[in-house]
């Protein structure tokens, strides 16, 4: 299994890039926003991938960060989502805002996807439902364990050190966020709800600005 290719890209088609790594040239399928996130022909990056085997058929499909591709994983399990739908889905929606959708139960938003009918859109959004607070607790750790940097977003030059680390990302400050008020005995689903709204109101905002914003849409209503 491949899970990660750090090269040159080669070439960059209308959905694919061509990353030659020590010579050998791996073709990786990538949504919109990732590919304008990688540099130019002959620049350096890294990409986290997801290869989909079939008996006529071997795919790598490439994402920015770990946690990219952890929603990858998780859209492709709903049935009729298939790999190039939940790329789609990224690619419109970006990471972030995929478990804003899910967590607000938004069908809409999904449904902006290309090749993203109503139908699909609303069983995604039901069917993940539960399941999304997981994938958003797992931001914290992942940008962690990356040194805060998105892998496509920061191009670097094979045999260089890498770039310094970014500032915090809004996906770790949402996890850490969610977890507070796991602790606090909120159910995950409400708790990644009133995150996700909290996030959308104020997308800059840091784990104290967003547990404080979170826990008044919490609140008992009078």
Same mark, same amino acid.
């Given at each position: ?24 040239? &791996? ?30 058929l071997l795919q790598l ?5 770990? &946690? ?26 970006g990471a972030e805002g ?12 999904? #449904? ?6 109503? #139908? ?16 958003? %607790?797992?931001?914290g750790e992942v940008v ?8 496509? %977003? ?10 310094? %680390? ?15 008020? #796991? ?35 919490? %609140?008992?209503?009078?």
């Amino acid at each position: 299994m491949i899970g990660k290719l750090t090269g040159v890209v080669d070439y960059k088609g209308a959905d694919h890039v061509l990353l030659d790594v020590n010579g050998v040239g &791996y073709v990786v399928y990538c949504s919109d926003r990732t590919l304008a996130a990688l540099p130019p022909r002959g620049g350096g990056a890294a990409l986290f991938t997801e290869m989909l085997v079939r008996e006529d058929l071997l795919q790598l499909f490439g994402f920015p960060t770990l &946690y990219d591709r952890e929603w990858h994983r998780l859209l492709t399990s709903v049935q009729g989502v298939g790999a190039k739908a939940a790329m789609a889905i990224l690619g419109t929606l970006g990471a972030e805002g995929v478990a804003r959708a899910i967590s607000l139960g938004d069908a809409a938003a999904v #449904k902006a996807a290309p090749g993203v009918g109503p #139908k699909l859109a609303q069983r995604v959004v039901h069917e993940l439902k539960d399941k999304a607070p997981g994938v958003m %607790a797992m931001g914290g750790e992942v940008v962690e364990a990356m040194g805060d940097a998105p892998a496509a %977003a920061v191009p670097v030059t094979v045999g260089e050190t890498p770039a310094p %680390a970014a500032p915090r990302s809004s996906s770790s400050s949402q996890a850490d966020a969610l977890s507070a008020l #796991k602790n606090l005995g909120y159910a995950p689903a409400e708790a990644a709800q009133a995150v996700a709204q909290a996030a959308g109101d104020a997308p800059e905002a840091e784990t104290p600005s967003l547990i404080r914003a979170a826990l008044k849409l919490l %609140a008992p209503k009078e």
